[in-house]
């Protein structure tokens, strides 16, 4: 089944044909499906790549965009997620699809960006890394405290403070990049709450939501991040709108499976830890 929801272009066509034909199809294959509707529709799989490192056939790209929309739909519907939208059916949903506009602005899906490859494998002068283009040079990840899962605060025992990953490692578990470009999410959406929601990842954008200042050059620099914000929630909206009514999934859904799932690989229950 997995191999079939990869080749099929269009969620639609997965709903019109697939559906129907096999009843036994999951609210993890439909989310899956929904995921690489939206990948293969931006970033078509053969498409030319002039980039040291990007090229690769419409076979690898379909294979590698599968790959990606498992690692979306398993990080996001994951019971410990925290969804920044407040909706108990689609709330998951529309936060995997702010991730997709992120991903789309920040590296097209391209493949040198996901594996880190030639000298335009990471943005930003080689600051930024994997698809959610993380700004952490040669140093980590935001610290987290795993235990209340937030930022740390004045007093927390060290032991409950995550260091947080390398560059390396968010290269090498792409569920690792999705996480970690998710509390970054969430830190701008709580920093920027006072703003429209197009602005919101303002401070993911650019490291704040408001003017330090008034002068025209802080003033501009906030603006352009406000742009870039709208560019990327903007793209999750309209492709969660036009999906609305034939996405044939809740969040409840896909939630359950991967917990029969969990349970059926008889992996112990997920509990607070360290992730270290």
């Known amino acids: 089944m997995r191999r079939l929801v990869a080749l099929c272009l269009a969620f639609t066509c997965l709903l019109a044909s697939t559906v129907s034909a096999a009843p036994n199809?999951?609210?993890?294959?439909?989310?899956h499906a929904w995921v690489m509707d939206f990948i293969t529709k931006v970033a078509p799989p053969g498409r030319k790549i002039y980039y040291e490192g990007g090229q690769e056939t419409e076979e690898e790209a379909l294979e590698r965009y599968s790959q990606i929309a498992w690692d979306i739909v398993e990080v996001a519907y994951a019971p410990e997620t925290k969804?920044?939208?407040?909706s108990q059916n689609h709330g998951r949903s529309q936060t995997a699809a702010v991730w997709m506009g992120i991903m789309l602005q920040e590296s097209g899906f391209m493949k040198h960006v996901d594996y880190n490859i030639g000298p335009h494998g990471r943005g930003d002068g080689g600051l930024s890394w994997c698809m959610m283009q993380l700004r952490i040079g040669k140093g980590h990840t935001i610290k987290w405290n795993w235990k209340h899962d937030r930022k740390p605060r004045w007093g927390d025992p060290e032991e409950e403070i995550f260091e947080g990953y390398t560059g390396d490692q968010l290269i090498e578990d792409r569920q690792k990049?999705?996480?970690?470009g998710h509390k970054l999410v969430r830190v701008s959406f709580k920093a920027c709450e006072e703003l429209p929601l197009q602005d919101r990842l303002t401070a993911y954008a650019v490291g704040r939501c408001y003017p330090?200042?008034?002068?025209?050059?802080?003033?501009?620099?906030i603006e352009g991040g406000k742009v870039k914000s709208r560019a990327r929630i903007g793209v999750a909206i309209r492709y969660f709108e036009r999906t609305k009514l034939n996405r044939g999934f809740k969040d409840q859904e896909v939630t359950q499976e991967l917990i029969?799932?969990?349970?059926?690989?008889?992996?112990?229950a997920k509990v607070a830890q360290n992730p270290s």
Not at 25 to 31: H, S
Not at 83 to 86: A, D, G, L, R
Not at 260 to 268: A, G, T, V
């Open 83 to 86: 969804s920044i939208f407040s």
């Open 25 to 31: 199809v999951t609210a993890l294959d439909k989310a």
């Open 260 to 268: 029969e799932r969990s349970s059926d690989e008889k992996q112990p």
């Open 177 to 180: 990049c999705i996480k970690e």
């Open 212 to 221: 330090k200042d008034q002068t025209k050059e802080e003033r501009d620099y």
